[in-house]
């Protein structure tokens, strides 16, 4: 099994960053792929951007991308998500995921693991 557990969310002004945290412990030899994703009120869970454990490899949704960096430190079993030029509309619970598999996709089903998410609140 692996554990997963965010970090780091809060509430910031539009405009604003944060940087959010998944720590994995556990049978982590086990995961090849990471990833975040965000569910809003009343929204289905939505994918934000995978990485590669192996490798430097990354994967983001359109929305995100040049705002959002997704990044890892393999020593401390680490992954971030650096959000800048947040805007209202990224307002969400945003979980960490691990998958046991080399995919780097953007389908919830395919991955493993869960964390148990950290909200994050953009105000106008």
């Known amino acids: 099994q692996v554990q997963l557990v965010e970090s780091g969310g809060g509430l910031v002004q539009a405009g604003g960053s944060l940087r959010l945290s998944c720590a994995a412990s556990g049978r982590t030899f086990s995961i090849y792929d990471m990833a975040w994703f965000r569910q809003a009120p009343g929204k289905e869970r939505e994918f934000v951007a995978a990485?590669?454990?192996?490798?430097?490899?990354?994967y983001y949704h359109e929305s995100v991308k040049g705002r959002f960096t997704i990044s890892k430190d393999n020593a401390k079993n680490t992954v971030y998500l650096q959000m800048n030029s947040l805007k209202p509309e990224d307002t969400a619970v945003y979980y960490c995921?691990?998958?046991?598999?080399?995919?780097?996709?953007?389908?919830?089903?395919?991955?493993?693991?869960w964390g148990q998410g950290t909200q994050v609140t953009v105000s106008s």
């Open positions: 990485i590669r454990w192996s490798s430097s490899n990354t």
């Open positions: 995921a691990a998958d046991r598999d080399y995919r780097l996709t953007s389908r919830r089903s395919d991955y493993d693991y």
